[in-house]
């Protein structure tokens, strides 16, 4: 999105008091319409239990030494349900800050209007620690009833504040009718929207511009939804002393400055040209020698930013900080950006253009480099060039195959430094096949609908990175405690053991489940039948979208697979009846984003069954998907949770002869 | 608040000092001992937890805590804390320390600079009561000891204490000692352990538990409180003037003459006050819809909680009725204070009852103190004309309709499940000890289901749901129905039934709350296009219990250690299935009817006329079964497990 026009042309230091608006903090509160007080549904939403009528903040930072907000919120109470919900206001600051000339009422159903005491009004310091204080204001509002308008204002001063940087949030647990920002900038000021529509700031009153959104949806979490700051309306402030702010310059001079700011950190000096050489060894191609160099930082140096490295918050503190990459590989530790940059010094030492990249962090928000500001680029790493192409690396994430990048720096638009002309490049995304997860099972079922046997999983890529960050920083009864609670939340009779979990830090060997396992009940047994769901290891799972209906978009962190190899010995004297295999979804019914398949096989003496599964998803590149595509994919998830829900009847031969 | 937690243990570590420090002698010889040997599953052990109070004549009361625990596995890291409450008004923490020692014997101390100072309760509006604490999470590892001491002064208005020898970690050695002013005398009360006796040195007293096991957290289970052993202690001066500012308890009647005393004033009315209670009952005919009408609309009064005057018994204290009136918000002494005013405006009397919410068998009669309670209720006295299963007959104070103004889902008439049946104290100073809360029968809180469906010959399932609840059982659907917003109702519907019926679609949600009668009804409509798993075209398979089946066994361990604690519960359900017309009943599941003294639950099944209907009933009463019945009790619910997951086989004709 094109940074909207800059608010003020000349840097303009405002710093009279005369300028605070008056009409906000005056005695009086503005008038109610009538047609509030009469209001008896919802505007914005029709289900909502309270609604605001008007929420304004006025965002004073014309002072050179502080900025101060001044809220106003009017809210129409309809349900019993919005009454305990809005019933308390907790305003928190820092002993840094000030909250002041807070004013509460409530107008009745009949009218009446109850203004908040000044004793009913609370002030508690919620943590304290060496002269920090988080304190709040905290008020409950009285006589509150459905049908009720509760009004509240307060002014919030933060002494040395500014508005760079500073996000505004148009969204709230309620819909509201009228949101308006109304700003006081301090010297020339740039804005960001995002998903405001048409929203501008316009000129008001007393040099105050002001921005207003009408009719704004509550904001509801849903599960599988991109980060906050991609669904939310919102507004990013900067300082700016450009009439037209050209993002192309922007990036071009940061990725001079950052090429400049990191060439000493990514330092070659006569020990890491010696290393080098021992690090690649007889390794011919460009990629081997990558591979070796980054298998090294991730495994020969001690990444102190771990929490899995074993030092405690006190050893960490005492570790010197290492001044070059130099000191990183005789100290054989340093933190992951220490790590990442002796991972570009040693690149170069063995001949390669390597760089200082930057790109945005998936996590938090999707980067457009149409917004010039570095607040968006949360993440760094290394960009080498391979041939004519730049590949990515970053060791200090020290699960990450080599290869890939952590997946919120995937398929992003990285930033290369440069001495003269920074590069735009795009991160690759990981394959579904890159993050596998591997099953195997050889199983013997009983007749009573027993199911006992072995396991072994794999998980590789992303999934493997994530199995052992979960795990490193557990005590080893904990893993398996871990292991055990997940086979319950499943199979809640299963009996484990022989519990064996590897390779949980090992930067580069996958993690590995094995043990065996024991589920009475397993297949459920009537007179004549056994009924056995041959897919183990989805057995007992949820479904995975149950909503009938979506309002964000959906989202997955990463694209993934699955595969599964299943032995089932049968129990003697069954045999199978009328059995068959589920569908299966064709990758090109999907677009090549998702496909699903089963195969079910019996020896021909009818004592084993091999069962085979093989499912990915977030193929094509594809991880995310609009609301309106929701309904299409629950169809998918649950046509393949159906699927692997597949089960089969056995039946005793001998009542299989008589029917 | 967990995120300014984060950042102040985050500015902990940043300020922590290091090195070269000695640990306390008393620590080094914790530090020496030998421990026997733990599962593995055991975080931790305490080597010392021993505390030490002294009494002064004017009723300051000093605690000294010495404290120490190894850390056996990582995750025992979460106990390396330390922590002590206050109240400013009235009390102060004099000294805090701890020490953190490696397993190479290198000490690191913890003072003031890295102590957090947090409220209580930040949830409530306001609280007086404040939390000094010393974290060192993030500097422990397995192998290590962490020890703290410190020491704190208050001014209690009781002179009655109490002391737990342990939590589920376990314990080398916990000790209690009091120490009196001359004179003056103790007595004490065990729970969960044969009796403690003191060691008594002059006004001196010990009471001293070593070696005890760790507790399991184990599903089903009663509570830690319930589980290990705990000290209870009363404290009398040698006679009541010469420490005329410790309140003393010898008995529940003192109790409850003391609490009386605090209540009666705030039973205030004013004319506003009085014409709601008119207006509330003015087209009531009976006693019983006077105190219906007047419950309805304190429960209403938003819960709010601001604590404060701890320090003089203001936790035990409501508001004036008329000030919670005006401001239509208190907590649950203001409530019932405020009931207590309304009723009698119309004629009723009414009295406080405290109570302890969440476990019916924390409060032990043993012990009279009234800090066993944390929540407050009402008995309204009533006369035989109402009648309801919350009715209890006092001995002295006569028929008493007991009733929660708090619990906004559990209407005049019945009582939350968490205090039924536990011993409460009625404000008065006729009441001479504790009363035993009402139990309401199990056909008041039971569920009725009905599902009427109709199978189609590809699987494809569609029809309804009604389900019919009352008592305790309605109480839990309408918190849920009163809490969510409507979308969020309706998308948590669709989970319950994806979870009987994947890829169900629902096209009607339609709850229907009446509070007063105790009811709660939900109708659902719905639609599946593969419930049932068609096999080669020849067989099609379905299990007939199609929502809330028992998927999962609670009691999934081989083993146990503590009794199992049931609640009641009871359904009932007839699920009526239409039959597509080209198949017929292969076979049925056997029915099911089991006995025992924990429950009953039967399955039927039976086919008439293209339909099948099946039927499960369950009722199980409110029981502890001791651990020794565990394979018993695991059996039952497992043989249900199995019978709710019984599949019915129909075969193309």
Redesign the interface.
Same mark, same amino acid.
């Given at each position: 999105m094109k940074l909207m026009p800059r608010l003020l042309p000349l840097a303009a230091v405002l710093c009279l008091d005369l300028l605070v608006p008056a009409v906000i903090f005056a005695d009086d509160w503005r008038p109610i319409d009538p047609a509030e007080m009469a209001l008896k549904a919802p505007v914005v939403e029709k289900?909502?239990?309270a609604e605001a009528i008007f929420w304004e903040v006025r965002v004073d930072d014309s002072q050179v030494d502080q900025i101060a907000f001044n809220h106003h919120l009017r809210i129409k109470i309809f349900t019993?349900?919005g *009454?305990?919900s809005q019933?308390?206001v907790d305003l928190q600051y820092y002993n840094y800050s000030r909250i002041k000339d807070i004013a509460a009422r409530v107008i009745k159903t009949d009218g009446t209007m109850?203004e908040l005491k000044k004793a009913?009004i609370?002030d508690?310091?919620?943590?304290?620690?060496?002269g920090?204080k988080?304190k !709040?204001k905290?008020?409950?509002l009285?006589?509150?009833?459905p049908g009720a308008i509760i009004e509240y204002r307060w002014r919030e001063v933060f002494p040395g504040g500014s508005a760079n940087r500073l996000r505004l949030h148009f969204q709230r647990d309620i819909p509201v009718q009228n949101v308006s920002y109304y700003l006081k900038p301090y010297m020339g000021m740039g804005y960001q929207p995002f998903r405001m529509g048409d929203a501008k700031f316009v000129k008001d009153k007393g040099n105050f511009y002001r921005m207003t959104l009408t009719n704004v949806k509550a904001f509801?979490e849903e599960p599988r939804m991109p980060p906050e700051n991609e669904v939310r309306s919102w507004v990013f402030l900067y300082y700016t002393d450009q009439q037209k702010p050209d993002s192309e310059r922007y990036w071009k001079d940061l990725g001079r400055t950052m090429f400049e700011a990191t060439k000493t950190d990514m330092k070659v000096n006569d020990d890491i040209k010696s290393a080098v050489a021992g690090i690649v060894g007889d390794a011919a191609s460009p990629e081997a020698k990558l591979q070796r160099i980054y298998d090294f930082c991730r495994t020969e140096i001690k990444n102190t930013s771990d929490d899995a490295s074993g030092l !405690?918050?006190?050893e960490r503190?005492?570790l010197k900080s290492n001044k070059s990459p130099g000191d990183t590989l005789k100290n054989k530790s340093g933190t992951g950006s220490d790590v990442d940059m002796l991972f570009a010094a040693l690149a170069k030492a063995a001949g390669f253009d390597a760089r200082f990249a930057m790109s945005g962090n998936r996590s938090d928000m999707f980067f457009d480099r149409t917004l010039a500001n570095s607040a968006f680029l949360g993440a760094a790493f290394v960009a080498v060039k391979v041939g004519e192409k730049w590949e990515f690396f970053s060791p200090a994430e020290t699960y990450t195959p080599f290869g890939m990048l952590g997946w919120p720096e995937e398929a992003q638009e990285v930033l290369i430094t440069d001495p003269k002309d920074p590069i735009w490049a795009n991160s690759p995304i990981a394959t579904p096949a890159n993050s596998l997860e591997k099953r195997t099972g050889k199983f013997e079922l009983h007749p009573d609908g027993t199911l006992e046997g072995d396991v072994r999983i794999e998980y590789t890529g992303h999934l493997g990175s994530e199995k052992k960050e979960f795990n490193d920083?557990?005590?080893?009864? $904990?893993r398996e405690?871990t292991l055990k609670e997940g086979l319950?939340?499943r199979m809640? !009779?299963?009996?484990v053991s022989d519990i064996k979990i590897e390779n949980v830090s090992d930067p580069v060997a996958p993690f590995v489940y094995s043990y065996r396992v024991r589920v009475?009940?397993y297949a $459920?047994r009537?007179? *004549?039948?056994l009924?056995l769901q041959p897919g183990f290891f989805e057995h007992?799972g949820?479904?995975l979208f !149950?909503?009938?209906s979506r309002q964000q978009s959906i989202y997955f962190p990463y694209a993934w697979s699955e595969q599964d190899d299943i032995e089932i010995k049968l129990p003697e004297g069954y045999a199978l009846?009328?059995?068959?295999a589920p569908g299966a979804i064709d990758p090109a019914a999907t677009q090549q984003v998702s496909g699903h398949s089963v195969k079910i096989s019996v020896t021909t003496d009818g004592k084993k069954l091999f069962y085979r599964r093989k499912f990915f998803f977030g193929g094509n590149q594809t991880i995310i998907f609009p609301a309106s595509a929701y309904a299409g994919l629950k169809q998918l998830f649950?046509?393949v949770?159906?699927n692997d /829900?597949?089960?089969?009847?056995l039946k005793q031969p001998a009542a299989t002869a008589s /029917? | 608040?967990r995120l300014?937690?984060s950042?102040?243990i985050t500015?902990?570590?940043?300020?922590?000092v290091?090195a070269g420090e000695q640990a306390p002698p008393w620590l080094q010889q914790a530090v020496a001992m030998n421990l026997p040997a733990y599962d593995?599953?055991v975080d931790a052990v305490v080597l010392v937890d021993d505390a030490t109070v002294a009494v002064n004549e004017d009723g300051r009361v000093t605690k000294t805590h010495f404290y120490a625990v190894r850390i056996l596995?990582?995750?025992g890291r979460a106990y390396a804390f330390s922590r002590v409450g206050y109240i400013p008004e009235s009390g102060k923490v004099r000294e805090i320390n701890a020490w953190l020692i490696s397993s190479d014997g290198k000490v690191?101390k913890y003072g003031k600079?890295d102590?957090?100072?947090?409220?209580a309760s930040?949830n409530d509006?306001?609280?007086e009561y404040r939390i000094r604490t010393i974290i060192a999470r993030?500097?422990?590892?397995?192998g290590m000891v962490f020890g703290f001491t410190h020491t704190s002064e208050d001014r209690s208005i009781f002179s009655q204490d109490d002391w737990s020898f342990q939590s589920s970690l376990p314990v080398i050695n916990s000790r209690y000692t009091l120490m009196l002013p001359k004179s003056w005398r103790a007595e004490s009360v065990t729970f969960n352990h044969p009796k403690i006796e003191p060691v008594v040195t002059g006004s001196s007293y010990t009471w001293q538990l070593s070696n005890l096991p760790a507790v399991p957290d184990e599903p089903l289970g009663p509570s830690l409180s319930n589980l290990v052993a705990r000290l209870a202690v009363s404290y009398f001066p040698p006679t009541a003037s010469s420490a005329p500012g410790i309140k003393t308890f010898a008995t529940w009647a003192e109790v409850a003459a003391w609490m009386e005393e605090l209540e009666n004033s705030q039973v205030t009315l004013s004319e506003p006050l009085k014409a709601k209670a008119l207006e509330l009952t003015a087209h009531t005919k009976t006693e019983f819809e006077k105190i219906q009408a007047i419950g309805r609309y304190v429960q209403?009064v938003?819960y709010?909680s601001?604590q404060t005057g701890l320090g003089r018994g203001g936790g035990y204290k409501p508001r004036t009725a008329t000030e919670v009136f005006?401001?239509?918000?208190g907590d649950c002494k203001d409530k019932a204070n405020l009931m207590r005013a309304m009723l009698k405006v119309v004629g009723i009397d009414a009295i406080p009852v405290s109570i302890y919410s969440g476990d019916p068998d924390y409060v032990k009669p043993e012990w009279p103190s009234p800090q066993q309670f944390n929540h407050c209720i009402i008995a309204v006295k009533v006369s035989p004309e109402t009648k309801s299963p919350t009715v209890i007959e006092h001995p002295r104070l006569g028929r008493m309709l007991i009733f929660d103004p708090t619990a906004e889902t559990t209407p005049v008439g019945d009582l939350p499940t968490y205090l039924q049946g536990s011993l409460a104290l009625i404000d008065s100073k006729d009441s001479d000890g504790l009363v035993r809360m009402p139990v309401t029968p199990s056909d008041m809180n039971q569920l009725f289901r009905t599902a009427e469906v109709q199978l189609g010959s590809d699987g494809s399932m569609s029809g309804q749901i009604e389900e019919r609840a009352g008592g305790q059982v309605a109480a839990r659907f309408r918190t849920e129905f009163?809490?969510l917003?409507?979308?969020d109702y309706?998308?948590m519907v669709?989970?319950w039934l994806?979870?009987g019926v994947?890829?169900s679609?629902?096209s009607k949600v339609d709850p229907a709350d009446s509070s007063d009668d105790g009811k709660f009804a939900l109708n659902v409509t719905f639609a599946s296009s593969?419930y049932a798993?068609l096999?080669?075209d020849?067989?099609l398979?379905f299990r007939p219990a199609i929502v809330s089946r028992r998927?999962?066994?609670?009691l999934?361990d081989?083993k146990r250690t503590s009794p199992v604690v049931l609640k009641p519960n009871a359904y009932s359900e007839t699920v009526r299935v239409k039959l597509p017309p080209d198949f017929a009943v292969?076979?049925?599941?056997?029915a099911v009817k089991l006995e025992t003294p924990f429950g009953s639950y039967t399955t039927s099944y039976d086919v008439k006329e293209g339909h099948l209907v099946f039927k499960r009933t369950l009722v199980q009463p409110g029981i502890n079964i001791p651990a020794a019945q565990y394979a018993h009790v695991r059996r039952f619910y497992?043989q249900i497990?199995?019978a709710e997951?019984?599949?019915v086989?129909l075969?193309r004709k």
């Open positions: 289900d909502a239990d019993e349900r *009454k305990e019933s308390k109850i009913d609370f508690s310091t919620l943590v304290k620690l060496s920090l988080v !709040t905290s008020f409950a009285p006589g509150i009833e509801r !405690t918050a006190d503190e005492k920083d557990d005590s080893p009864a $904990q405690e319950k939340r809640s !009779t299963v009996e009475p009940g $459920q009537t007179g *004549k039948r009924f007992g949820a479904a !149950t909503a009938g009846d009328s059995a068959d649950d046509l949770h159906k /829900n597949h089960t089969i009847t /029917n | 608040m300014i937690l950042l102040a500015l902990i570590s940043a300020a922590s290091f593995k599953t596995r990582r995750e690191k600079d102590t957090l100072d947090l409220a930040p509006v306001y609280n993030d500097d422990a590892d397995a209403r938003q709010i601001i005006e401001k239509a918000y009163r809490q917003s409507k979308s309706s998308s669709e989970q994806s979870v994947p890829g679609k629902v593969s798993q096999m080669q020849r067989l398979v998927e999962a066994l609670a999934s081989v292969d076979e049925l599941p056997d497992e497990r199995a997951q019984a599949p086989v075969a």
